[in-house]
């Protein structure tokens, strides 16, 4: 059933391309200048960055004089709370491709790389004021009550896995696995190797975005030609699909309110399909699954729907 799934996706997707080639070079290009302006700019220095400081082993150093935070508010070594930082400031799926380059090169456990994965990957803070609040919404009054909600449902996400992990193992043996990863940091190697290092792994993993974005804008074309007649349902699957124009297909044809706020940040937490798969391709080269990163989002995503409900519909604190 899958494969005949996969098999009917690619015929359809190539038809789509055969028979409306005006169109699919539209969308193809709206991805590649997303890439090109957006996420070129913003990840690549950070992923050069966050590569040298994971080759010459520096995370500890750095982080280590919060490292009793990071346990008893996240349950996470120094190393794992750089995963966390990069993935909220820097956006999707940037916490995922330091959860796997920190789990390839042994400086975290499997366990606390399972763990991450349910919450690292965060949309961006630029994302969410300039394109959602501003962009979208027109309303900037929104920036800070958005930053709040989004974040406390992606902690309250890892206070939920923490606690169902708790109860297969005890947080002591949690705690003993994170200093076991610690221990086994590897020596750290020349600077000009670790930069050459860094600056290829960058090049290869931006690449790869970049041909997951166009292949998802793509899809969101065919899924406008197919769901035109449905256009409920078109917002919902372009929603799930990839959020950028989810988001914007969410309000089209509607004037942006708070009604329609709770949605558009439940869309927004869980990332949509086309992170969910740059978030598989990070993860290559590892044995972690995307199913922990699946359920986090999922969980994530109707937190903070309930929470922008109770806020923006019910209280209305705007």
Known sequence: MKRFLSFFLLVLFLGFLLFFPGQSLVYAKNGLLLWFYTLLPSLLPFMILSGLLLELNLLEKILAPLKCFWRAA?????????????????????????????????????REALYLLTFVNHPGPSFLSAY??????HMPRLIFPVYGILYASSFGTSLIFRFLLSHKRSSRLLAASLSQAEEKAPRSPAFGESLDASILNSFESIARLG???????????????????FPAVHR??????????????????????????????????FGGLCVAAQ??????????????????????????????????????II
Do not use: H, N, W
């Not at 794992?80 to 456990?109: E, N, W």
């Open 236 to 269: 919902i699957f372009a929603g799930l699909l990839e959020i950028t124009t989810g988001l914007s297909f969410l309000l089209q044809g509607t004037e942006p309110s708070l009604a329609l706020l709770p949605a558009a940040l439940a869309f927004t937490s």
């Open 132 to 137: 959602l609040c501003v962009g979208l919404f």
């Open 74 to 110: 996240f349950g996470l070594s120094c190393q794992g709370a750089y995963a966390l930082l990069l993935g909220v400031f820097c956006g999707y799926p940037m916490g995922a491709k330091i959860t796997g380059d920190l789990y390839r090169s042994g400086q975290i456990s499997r």
């Open 279 to 316: 978030t598989r391709s990070m993860l290559l080269g590892t044995s972690l699954p995307l199913k922990p990163y699946l359920e986090g989002k999922a969980v994530s995503a109707l937190l903070t729907l309930g929470l922008s409900y109770l806020f923006f519909v019910v209280i209305k």
């Open 211 to 229: 041909g997951y974005i166009i292949v998802f804008s793509i899809l969101q074309g065919m899924c406008s030609l197919l769901l035109s007649p």
